[in-house]
């Protein structure tokens, strides 16, 4: 399977309603590696690296997100693999 790595910004009724909680949740059960993190716009940053067919997965939930989100628009940038994670965190500004 190929690698790949998926750069996103995830914008509507995303903060406070566990939106990084459970994307840090669906992201390990996928076996990814990378971060998410609240951004002062008021969206949701994801960085994800991993096999390009569970990435697609990764990004098929998030236009969706957890129960009590709305999601608006998902910004989608795909790229190489670059493996600088190890693990899947929630990142704080």
Known sequence: MSKGRVHLKIHGKVQGVFFRATAKEKAEEL???GW???NPEG???IIA???R???E???TWCNSGPRNSRVDNVSVKWGNCEEEFEEFKIEYI
């Open 49 to 51: 690296e991993g096999d």
């Open 36 to 38: 998410v993190k609240n």
């Open 31 to 33: 076996g990814l590696v």
């Open 43 to 45: 969206a949701v940053e």
């Open 57 to 59: 997965s990764y990004v």
């Open 53 to 55: 067919e569970d990435l």
